[in-house]
């Protein structure tokens, strides 16, 4: 693809994306992207073969990028700073895309490729919270007794329900009081002394 080419498809996914956030994946038409990207529609469907395929791939880009955030190198300090750490990047994740992970939770009830994009980034998250968990286990910070991964299933539907209730629909919360609330509740769940 030449360049003036990869300019202008990348200007269909910035329009698309413009486009979902703002009218919802149900109501934005193909009509809707062309005319905020400045292109013909035979442009549009020179690049992508459907509304779908646009939201797909926008899909695809969000989630890689958020979980590029999630996997960056572990936090230092103690138990209960790391643990703050990894709440605060899954918030540093999120936020800048919540509109469009309100829009995937929607489509991800009905499209099966959708609903797999959310777990797999859900599943990054308690993949490497169940990591933390372990670690701290080792460490002998963390009660022996749970079971990491199951634990970290149950604190990581906390912490991604309450990012999509305040930032995506909007409930308004104070983001020290959220951080150190998440952060008080998962070092007792994981039984720190400093909790």
């Not at 009509?31 to 899909?59: C, H, M, N, P, W």
Request: hydrophobic share 45%; glycine share 8%.
């Amino acid at each position: 693809m030449t360049s003036k080419g990869l300019e202008r498809r990348g200007a269909i996914l910035a329009a698309a994306r413009s486009a979902f956030e703002e009218l919802g994946y149900v109501d934005t038409r193909v009509a809707d992207i062309v005319a905020r990207a400045a292109v013909a529609q035979g442009t549009f469907y020179t690049y992508f073969d459907s509304k779908e395929a646009v939201f797909t791939e926008l899909a695809q880009e969000v989630t890689t990028g958020m979980l590029e955030v999630l996997q960056s190198e572990r936090a230092s300090g103690s138990p209960h700073e790391r643990v703050r750490f990894g709440l605060h990047r899954f918030v540093s994740a999120f936020r800048p895309n919540a509109v469009f992970m309100g829009l995937l939770e929607q489509v991800g009830t009905y499209t099966a490729e959708m609903a797999s994009m959310r777990l797999a980034l859900r599943e990054a998250f308690v993949e490497r919270s169940a990591g933390g968990i372990l670690h701290m286990q080792k460490e002998g910070f963390a009660d022996a007794s749970i079971d990491p991964r199951m634990t970290a299933e149950i604190l990581g539907a906390m912490v991604d329900q309450t990012c999509f209730l305040w930032l995506s629909l909007g409930k308004d919360f104070d983001e020290d009081e959220v951080l150190d609330t998440m952060t008080s509740i998962w070092s007792r769940a994981i039984g720190l002394a400093d909790a």
